[in-house]
Every structure is written in structure tokens, then in C-alpha cells.
């Protein structure tokens, strides 16, 4: 895994420009703490930048790497893995194209030198490359099918730039730090969901999952590879339970690769028990030695915990039975409270936006932890997306509501801001849902369960799970941590959507399928064990934190006072018990709005924000 930049002008001499080309790739540092590369086109308007983290073939792999094949030379940087190299390799080698090394980045390149942008299509894995053609000009760039590595940009007149983050951009004097009216609405009506495409600061866009981007001559043409498509479920349910167990299996093993340390998260639900039964019996039959499983917790969260229609119990009980039967060596990561809350600031950091607060900060502060004696971990991230797990499939009058079910009514967030400010707020998120839905594919026979299904299914695809995928990109590579989503394999992803509902709720459970696929494998305890997200902190202490730092805000008139009704924010502090629903899913209550308020006032100051509304 990397951080990748670059600088197409057609008016400059870019290798005057070292000092902003060394500010942008330093910025990426934490991705990429392993090694640095700078590349300048032979014509000087053209520079790639590279920071690597180490993970296949460690004296190889080198970037930005440069090939040349039939007079034509081609530069590539890329941020990513593949899990198909040795597939694409041997079909290459085939073609009579040659290696010199066995990283998948040389063999991203020749697969991109013989297919050009078809070769797309070919790859299995989480990326985002760039591919400069010397003899043309061109620029070739794409994401991955899912969305799981990320790729900014931003065009003007004569030039081209993009990053894996937008802080990188943000260090070129031809990108400032305006936000306005849209980028607000997705802040305060949206967030810490992000709307597909849209990097906030002005001018600043996210190719979108499973599209790519050509540059050439000042224009910036994309293009969609890969589109959510309604087709008939080819399986009976006894087959569908057969091959899902392989898919999962599949898809699970080829990421186990790694020339580094390898660990797997494990919350004692049953996505991150899948992989770690799994990676641990590979770890047995390849005499690669125990696993090392690792959980977070928070200081006297026992004691505090409250349960609720998400979270109906606490992880620790069921983490043990899990290591046990997988064999596993588990190490648990107890983060306390005030610890939690300092790493707010640092984890706008490493998204560059306000975010999925204490969730964000104590998944920064975990894979800090996990990065002193590994360098790639893998997590059961987007199961519950994928297959139904979270409880707005099941009760049938949120399935139906029309509206995103993680954030039902935008009234909360209306409130907290002053009279008059961001009136398209409310507009703009109904927009944004009605577009979302109308380019749902669905067959024309289909009954109006299996058509909102489909929609729910891109609603969560091209939304919730795309913030979850964001904050792991982040929060992870923050700390020169690469994190693997086995269940974001595009093949899961394709077999899922067109998966009828009656067999993907088996028995009617939220992911019943796969609880049925891994019945014979995992313990029953926690095959039929009710979901249980991502664990967030209970303490008192920490609601203390943010109201005392909220307080203190509003005292010393900061930026992001000339938004909010301080009355209305106090009045969450006072009594954070009336609040009828949470602002966004079953992350964020009283303490955590308070939370993402200080991450926006923090963000806004940081990042010196242009307010243009």
C-alpha cells in the first residue's frame, strides 16, 4: 500500500517547482514510511510522485517504475494490491511479455501496456494507478470496482492534479482550501457520509468505484467499468450456500499474501470470525505459524455498556470462544477515554473532513497498536452492506421510508444551526437519495420487496459503506497499516446484489446466508449470534470530554460558532437523553454530535478554510 500523486501543466517547468512537488509528497508520508519517488516527464511538465509501505517483493516494486515495450514508454504509480498477480502473470508471460521482479505493480503496468484501459477489467484487488504514456501524452488513471482505495483531483485550465489524499493537493498553490454552499450542505446534512465524487474544497473530485479517467490535451474524459447489474440468481439455495462457502474462502485466501507480518482483526462477530478461522487454518496448512488476532475495547466499557436495538451486546465474551476455536495468539487493545478523545483531531488529519468521530479516533489509536509488530491486517468490513445486516432490512416501516435509512430525518441537524444558514440542506439531501435510487437496476418482474431491496442494497453500496471503506483507508494507512476487506472482492459484491432476498435472509436473520454458509465451520455461539457493530466508547468521561471542549468553543467564538444556534447545542449537552433519533446510524448519539462539531471547528481551523457561502 502507497500514497501516489501527480502534476500534469502544460505551461510549467515543474522541476522548478521542488519545493510544492516535495511539500505534496511528504504529505503522504504516513501512507507510504518506506520509501520515496519522483518522476519528471523528459519534457518537464509532467511529474509523479510515490510514497511506498513495504508488502510484496521489498527489494523490488519500486516507483514510480518505468517500462518501455515496442518504442513506446509507459510510468505508473500506484497505490494498492492485487489479488490476482499470479493469474495475470501467467497470462501475460503467455502473450511473450517478460518480468524482471515478481510485484504486482510491474505486472499492473504490462497488463495496462497490452490491454491499455481494458485492462480494467482484468484485476481483482483495491486500487488506484496512474499510468503516464511519454509518446502520447495520455494519462491513464482508475479505481477499483469497490471503492476501497481512494483517488482525488482536480483539473484547471493547463493542468491536472491527483492524490491519494487531498491533503497532498491542497499543498499546490493551484488548489485553496474554498469551501462552499455544496461542500457545507455535505457537511452538515450529509456528513460524516460523503456524497460519491465530491472531494468538498472547491474544484476538488473523487473518481467514483469503477471508474476511470483519461487526460490528454486539457480534457478529463471518465468512464464507468463497473455498474451494479440485475441478473437472475443462477443458484438453488443449497447451491447458493455451496458456492458463496467457496467465494468467501476465495476471496479471503488470495489476500492473505504478504511478504510482511500478517494479522487479522477479531470483534467475535461473525465477519471477523469468518476470516480468522480461515486465515488460521492457512497459516496451519502453509507452516506460516499461529495468527495473531487483535480486538479493541475502552477502559471500564463492561461497566458502562448499554444495550440497544444495534448493539445488543458486548464483544469480550465472545472474543475468547472465537480465538480459541480458530487457535489464534489474540491480543486485545484497551484504548482509554481521554486518549479516545484527543485523537479526534488527529484523525481529521488523516481523513483531511470531519468525520465518524470517537469510531474514527480509536480506530486510528487500535491500528497504531497493530502497526508495532504488523504491517497488514484483515477486516470484515461491508458484510453487513452486502447482506443485509443492519437492522433497517428487517423492520419493514424503515425499509420502506424514503429516505436513507442510516439518517431518516435531517431535524437534528437543522437544529443546531443558526436561523437562515444552508436553506438548500434539507433539498440537497433529498437529491442527492432520489438520484441514488433512480439509476437502481432492477428485472422487470421483479415484486416490490426484491426492487427496494436492490435499492437498499446501492443505497448502503454507494453511501454508508463507502464512509466505512473511507475512514479504514484512512485511519489504517495513517499509521503505515495495510487493511485487506476480503468481503469487498467484486465477485461477492456481484453474487450478493442479485441474491433473492428470501435466501439471503436465511431462517429471517440479518446475513442469514452466510450464517448458513459457515455453520459447519465457525462455533454455533457465534454463527447465530446477533450483530454487533464496530465497538464505540460508553464511559461518562468521554461525553464530559467533548461537552467541556464544546463549551470552551463556543467561549472563544471559533470558526465554527458562525454556524450553530448555541442554544440548541447546549441543549444536547444538558440533556442528551431527548434526542428522538441518532444523527447518523447507530454511530452517533449526544456524545459523538458533539464530537463531530469539534471535528468540523478543528478542520476549519487546520486546514485554514475559505468560506464562500
Known amino acids: 500500500m502507497c500514497g501516489i500523486a ?200 473523487e473518481l467514483l468505484p469503477g471508474e476511470y479517467g483519461v487526460y490528454h490535451d486539457g480534457r478529463f474524459d471518465k468512464h464507468r467499468y463497473f455498474r451494479l447489474t440485475a441478473k437472475p440468481h443462477p443458484h438453488s439455495p443449497s447451491q447458493t450456500v455451496d458456492y458463496l462457502r467457496w467465494l468467501l474462502k476465495d476471496a479471503i485466501t488470495r489476500q492473505l499474501v504478504s511478504d510482511v507480518p500478517l494479522c487479522t482483526f477479531l470483534s467475535g462477530g461473525l465477519d471477523s470470525s469468518i476470516i480468522s478461522q480461515t486465515a488460521s487454518g492457512y497459516f496451519r496448512e502453509n507452516h506460516k505459524g499461529i495468527l495473531t488476532t487483535y480486538s479493541v475495547d475502552y477502559t471500564d466499557n463492561d461497566r458502562y455498556f448499554q444495550k440497544s436495538l444495534f448493539q445488543p451486546n458486548a464483544d469480550s465474551e465472545y472474543i475468547g470462544l472465537m480465538s480459541k476455536s480458530a487457535h489464534t495468539r489474540h491480543r486485545n487493545i484497551v484504548l482509554d477515554n481521554e486518549s479516545v478523545y484527543h485523537a479526534l483531531y488527529d484523525s481529521v488529519k488523516a481523513r483531511d473532513l470531519p468525520a465518524m468521530t470517537d469510531v474514527d479516533s480509536s480506530l486510528l489509536l487500535f491500528c497504531k497498536e497493530v502497526k508495532k509488530d504488523f504491517t497488514v491486517a484483515l477486516s470484515g468490513e461491508c458484510a453487513d452492506e452486502l447482506f443485509g445486516g443492519y437492522p433497517w432490512y428487517h423492520n419493514e416501516k424503515i425499509l420502506f421510508e424514503d429516505n436513507f435509512p442510516w439518517s431518516n430525518s435531517t431535524a437534528v441537524r437543522r437544529s443546531v444551526l443558526k436561523k437562515g444558514l444552508l436553506p438548500r440542506g434539507e433539498e440537497y439531501v433529498r437529491e442527492k437519495y432520489l438520484s441514488t435510487i433512480h439509476r437502481v437496476d432492477t428485472l422487470p418482474d421483479e415484486s416490490r420487496l426484491e426492487k427496494r431491496m436492490k435499492e437498499m442494497f446501492v443505497l448502503n453500496f454507494d453511501w454508508f459503506m463507502q464512509g466505512l471503506l473511507d475512514r479504514k483507508d484512512r485511519c489504517s494507512m495513517y499509521n503505515g497499516l495495510e487493511v485487506r476487506v476480503p468481503f469487498c472482492d467484486y465477485r461477492i459484491v456481484e453474487y450478493a446484489y442479485n441474491m433473492p432476498w428470501s435466501v439471503k435472509a436465511f431462517d429471517g436473520r440479518e446475513k442469514g446466508i452466510v450464517r448458513k454458509a459457515m455453520e459447519d465451520i465457525l462455533p454455533k455461539e457465534i454463527v447465530w449470534r446477533k450483530k ?82
Open 6 to 205: 501527480g502534476w500534469l501543466d502544460k505551461y510549467t517547468d515543474l522541476t522548478e517547482k521542488n519545493t510544492v512537488i516535495h511539500h505534496m509528497v511528504s504529505s503522504l508520508e504516513k501512507r507510504g514510511p518506506d520509501q520515496q519517488g519522483i518522476f519528471f516527464s523528459q519534457e518537464k511538465n509532467v511529474c509523479l510522485m510515490h510514497r511506498r509501505l513495504t508488502v510484496i517483493d521489498p527489494d523490488g516494486g519500486k516507483q514510480p517504475m518505468t517500462r518501455t515495450y515496442r518504442n513506446e514508454t509507459y510510468t505508473i504509480v500506484y497505490n494498492g494490491e492485487l489479488y490476482n498477480t499470479d493469474d495475470l502473470r501467467q497470462e501475460l508471460l503467455r502473450k511473450n511479455y517478460t518480468f524482471s521482479d515478481h510485484s504486482d505493480t510491474e505486472v499492473l503496468l504490462t497488463a495496462y501496456i497490452c490491454w491499455k484501459e481494458n485492462c480494467v477489467e482484468k484485476l481483482n484487488g483495491i486500487f488506484a494507478f496512474a499510468v503516464y504514456e511519454h509518446s502520447s501524452h495520455k494519462l491513464f488513471t482508475a479505481r477499483d470496482r469497490i471503492g476501497v482505495k481512494p483517488f482525488f483531483y482536480c483539473q484547471y485550465d493547463g493542468g491536472f492534479l491527483f492524490a491519494s489524499e487531498i491533503k497532498a493537493l491542497l499543498k499546490c498553490p493551484k488548489v485553496q482550501p474554498v469551501v462552499d454552499e455544496e461542500g457545507f450542505n455535505d457537511i452538515f446534512f450529509i456528513g460524516p457520509g460523503r456524497s460519491g465524487g465530491n472531494g468538498i474544497f472547491r474544484n476538488v473530485f
Open 532 to 613: 454487533s457493530p464496530y465497538p464505540k466508547t460508553h464511559h461518562p468521561v468521554y461525553f464530559r470530554l467533548v461537552s467541556d471542549a464544546m463549551r470552551q468553543v463556543f467561549a472563544d467564538k471559533d470558526p465554527i460558532t458562525q454556524f450553530l444556534d448555541e442554544k440548541a447545542v447546549s441543549d444536547i449537552m444538558e440533556n442528551p437523553d431527548r434526542l428522538l433519533s441518532p444523527w447518523y446510524g447507530q454511530l452517533m448519539k449526544a456524545p459523538q454530535i458533539l464530537a463531530y462539531l469539534l471535528q468540523i471547528n478543528f478542520w476549519l481551523k487546520e486546514y485554514h478554510v475559505q468560506i464562500h457561502l
